[in-house]
């Protein structure tokens, strides 16, 4: 069996976003931190270093962002780079954002430039180039909600909420910023009163510290992130000793036979809002302690044939910025790989073959393009599972991209991702693990694109899994 890690979890904590506000900034509160250095930790561990910079220049403000990190992930260490540039009004109102993130062997490029309520984003990975537009209305923040925040005024109880950009996927969230308290907290050697802000986005909740248009610390509890105000000298001297895939391991008690099918009962445990989270299973159970839950996995019954048309499934067949199931390349392979396939299970299977077959199974730091991914044949659970759901949406099967946790061994779930085809009834299978049938240990937290995977982050370094007898 293949054995995967996805590193996008730990990314989803660096990728930017823009939010709207109602607060004047002035720029005189700017230049008391104009430049600010942060030393990063994952779980205890140094893991870099992240600098913000901002510069009125004319009637506008400059805000750059660079971040490096020296992650160990499945016994190499990955060196990950991440730039952002953001230029906006003095009112910190949107004009274009850039943000360039690269691994050392992948490189992907956002941009997004508005004009009046269009936002036009940019995305380029591996060379290719995908454009879409939003509109949205109201006001734009840079890249970054924490450092807006700290522009503002706050008081205990304080709330705002902001819409948020995020150039890697074009899609409006929102980011609920409540003030907790005023807390002495230290700053390089100085105790200030710093406002306790409490941001909460897409299932994740940031602590952040802010004082006096400067962020003085910054942690989010689930994956245990730690910034900490550094003086600007400070050495970048990194050299990681803990493994990621071991660090957000999922614990559970010693499951048996983990590879089978069938069905299995399991009971999710953990201080988690479980309302964020698509838990869709038959008969499903709340308990003190947690959702309980029933995971089955069997062949189809009566697979029907394919191209499937139905309205009521017409979205998980289209094509989507990530999933170009109407690229020429990825058509044209459907249709080789699908010819002579009796039914949609048949041609579901012989797709998920070749991407087992034909994807060298290496982690990555990606935002993963179906495009990409045929491309250069590489990657870890993402890619795998984007190129199969590419092609089966090609093909005219139903598909979908599922994200949440399996168990890879010794008491431990860990973070996956993998495909689910409609063939008559809705089934799970997984390329990256080379099984036709995905496994009774496949638990599904979120379905759909990149943005709707990410209250999966939350739930890493906070849930604990038993296994129901």
């Avoid at 299978?429 to 599904?444: K, N």
Wanted: net charge negative; hydrophobic share 40%.
């Amino acid at each position: 069996m293949k054995k995967t890690a996805a590193v996008i979890p730990i990314l989803v904590l660096c990728l930017g976003a823009c939010g709207g506000n109602e607060t004047e900034v002035s720029a005189e509160t700017w230049a008391t931190a104009d430049y600010q250095k942060f030393a990063v930790a994952l779980q205890g561990e140094d893991v870099g270093y992240m600098t913000m910079a901002t510069e009125q220049v004319g009637d506008s403000l400059l805000v750059t962002q660079r971040m490096e990190w020296h992650l160990l992930l499945m016994g190499t260490t990955r060196t990950v780079t991440m730039d952002v540039t953001s230029r906006t009004g003095l009112d910190m109102d949107l004009g274009y954002m850039d943000m360039t993130m690269s691994d050392g062997t992948s490189l992907i490029q956002a941009t997004a430039v508005r004009t009046g309520n269009s936002v036009e984003t940019t995305l380029n990975t591996s060379g290719r180039e995908i454009s879409y537009t939003n509109e949205f209305e109201g006001d734009f923040l840079p890249a970054f909600v924490d450092l807006a925040s700290a522009m503002m005024e706050w008081h205990p109880g304080d709330e705002r909420v902001f819409p948020t950009f995020d150039p890697s996927t074009g899609m409006l969230f929102e980011a609920t910023v409540t003030c907790e308290a005023i807390e002495a907290v230290s700053l390089m050697g100085d105790t200030v009163d710093a406002a306790k802000l409490v941001i909460s986005q897409q299932g994740m909740r940031n602590s952040v510290w802010v004082y006096q248009g400067q962020i003085v610390r910054e942690e989010e509890t689930g994956m245990g992130m730690l910034l900490t105000r550094v003086a600007p000298e400070t050495e970048d001297n990194i050299v990681p000793s803990s493994d990621l895939y071991e660090v957000y391991a999922v614990t559970s008690n010693t499951v048996s036979d983990p590879r089978a099918t069938g069905s299995r009962v399991w009971m999710l445990q953990g201080e988690i809002d479980w309302s964020d989270f698509q838990l869709d299973y038959p008969g499903l159970q709340t308990a003190e302690d947690g959702p309980v839950i029933t995971v089955t996995s069997t062949i189809p019954s009566d697979p029907v044939p394919f191209p499937v048309e139905s309205e009521e499934l017409n979205e998980f067949l289209q094509p989507e910025s990530m999933i170009q199931s109407d690229d020429p390349a990825i058509r044209a392979l459907a249709d080789s790989l699908t010819e002579g396939a009796g039914n949609a299970w048949e041609a579901a299977l012989a797709i998920s073959g070749f991407v087992d077959r034909a994807v060298d199974n290496v982690p990555t730091v990606s935002l993963p393009s179906a495009v990409d991914v045929l491309d250069n044949l590489r990657g870890d659970c993402n890619e795998h599972t984007i190129l199969t759901v590419a092609l089966c949406r090609a093909a005219g099967i139903p598909a979908v991209t599922c994200a949440g946790v399996v168990y890879v061994d010794n008491g431990i779930f860990g973070y996956h991702a993998w495909p689910a085809v409609w063939v008559g009834e809705w089934v799970a299978i997984d390329p990256t693990f080379r099984q036709q049938l995905a496994d009774v240990t496949h638990i599904i937290l979120a379905q759909g694109s990149l943005e709707a995977q990410y209250v999966v982050n939350g739930v890493l370094g906070r849930l604990t899994i038993e296994e129901v007898e």
